[in-house]
């Protein structure tokens, strides 16, 4: 291996390597390598800040919830507004630029898993905007749920292949998509859609993200002329979190707070909170981390409201962070999640997806804690619009029931 890609961390801590099929190896090679000459390539570079910025619409606003700080009577709240990136969500930082990466590489296709689809979307996008083939798996379970994001994908010319194995959700997609590419290596990149998975995927998918964080520090800085107390996200695989964490993790004296699934509760199948719940670690999907399994080591039911913090597993990096006592780590239930959704687009007109969700309702368990003189920045890592067919049955169920039945008997 080159010195460039052996400059990337492999591990993070125990956490983390490259624990798949031999056939793979080439492949996360060749990826770790043409990762490492981006990275120190200027063309590259110039290229992606020009599409961020001009295709993406980034900076993404950072926004001062003066109802929301007043409300809770605590610490100044800021939101960062991902959300209103291109495709409704942080994952397009990661898709575009890893379509670039795969231009780069040679290949004409992509693949990508998808969850709540918003990866899945920014992958379709991504892949209709650089001219390569897209193929995106997705949980049958999470097509349902998600169908506003199923429909965007077919639209821009991707395949979405349903995946019928197991719970029907993200790990399965994760599952189905490796399996494929093994099979596809010569002319196909996987987009991985969070930091986890093998080397250099972690490394690749968090470096990518960190634009959020970048972004927060120039933005607070201007704003408030010192550095934020407390970071707050949502944690799936841990992307958005990482983003934004990243670009502050060498400072002392900043709290960094992660906010999981605690679904229904804490019995087993009735959530995807890693951490909460007595932590165990195992390797699985090619990297060592914690994951929701049982004593035989295989992966757990998971179920939350939102599909994108629905998943087992979690990225090694915030592993590492949470040993250290670096990141805090809080369940946050469906039911609070659904009322901090509520809340936010009442108090601030700003509706957002339900994965945001979770860490504004744990912004506001700690925000009414806080001295008034200290500063939070709370993630808002999608916009709300792909969760209707959820939202709408919890919160207007009848109108949105018989809204449905009235479009059905129309259409016959
Ligand atoms: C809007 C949004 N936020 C958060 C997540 C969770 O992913 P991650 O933990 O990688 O940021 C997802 C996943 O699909 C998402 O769509």
Redesign the pocket.
């Known amino acids: 291996m080159s010195r460039i890609s052996q400059m990337l961390p492999r591990h993070f801590g125990p956490y983390g390597g490259r624990y798949v099929p031999e056939m793979l190896v080439p492949a996360l090679k060749e990826l770790a390598q043409g990762y490492g000459q981006c990275k120190q390539d200027p063309q590259f570079q110039a290229q992606l800040t020009d599409l961020y910025h001009n295709y993406c619409g980034r900076p993404t606003p950072l926004y001062f919830a003066d109802k929301l700080t007043k409300t809770l009577g605590g610490c100044k709240i800021y939101l960062k507004l991902?959300?209103l990136a291109h495709t409704?969500?942080?994952?397009i930082n990661n898709a575009l630029a890893q379509a670039l990466l795969a231009l780069r590489l040679g290949k004409t296709k992509i693949i990508a898993e998808?969850?709540?689809?918003?990866?899945g979307l920014a992958s379709a996008t991504a892949a209709a905007r650089c001219g390569l083939q897209c193929t995106v798996f997705m949980g049958e379970v999470d097509i349902r749920r998600q169908y506003p994001n199923v429909y965007a994908m077919k639209l821009l010319g991707a395949e979405v292949i349903p995946v019928t194995d197991g719970t029907k959700t993200?790990k399965d997609a994760v599952n189905a998509t490796l399996k494929y590419w093994i099979q596809h290596l010569e002319d196909t990149h996987y987009i991985l859609?969070?930091?986890?998975g093998p080397f250099p995927f972690p490394v690749i998918?968090r470096d990518f993200?960190s634009i959020i964080g970048r972004e927060v520090r120039t933005q607070i800085l201007e704003r408030e002329k010192r550095l934020p107390n407390h970071l707050v996200?949502?944690?799936?695989?841990?992307?958005?979190?990482?983003?934004l964490f990243h670009p502050f993790l060498h400072e002392s004296g900043i709290r960094f707070h992660g906010a999981e699934a605690g679904g229904r509760g804490p019995k087993i199948g009735d959530h995807a909170a890693r951490f909460t719940n007595t932590p165990k670690v195992g390797i699985a999907q090619g990297y060592k981390s914690y994951f929701l399994q049982n004593d035989h080591g295989q992966l757990q039911d998971t179920h939350s409201v939102?599909?994108?913090?629905d998943?087992a597993g979690?990225?090694p990096e915030l592993a590492w962070l949470y040993d250290q006592q670096l990141v805090e780590f809080s369940a946050i239930t469906d039911v609070q999640a659904l009322e901090a959704f509520t809340i936010l687009t009442r108090l601030e007109g700003i509706i957002?997806?339900?994965?945001?969700a979770h860490a504004v309702a744990r912004a506001m368990e700690l925000a009414p804690t806080l001295p008034q003189d200290e500063i939070m920045v709370v993630n808002i890592?999608?916009?709300g619009d792909?969760d209707i067919f959820i939202t709408a049955r919890e919160l207007d169920r009848n109108n949105w029931m018989a809204f449905l039945k009235r479009e059905v008997e129309d259409d016959q």
């Open positions: 991902e959300g409704g969500a942080h994952k998808t969850g709540a689809g918003q990866h993200l859609g969070s930091a986890l998918v993200q996200a949502c944690v799936g695989g841990g992307s958005n979190a990482m983003g939102s599909a994108g913090l998943y979690v990225g957002p997806a339900l994965e945001s890592s999608g916009r792909k």
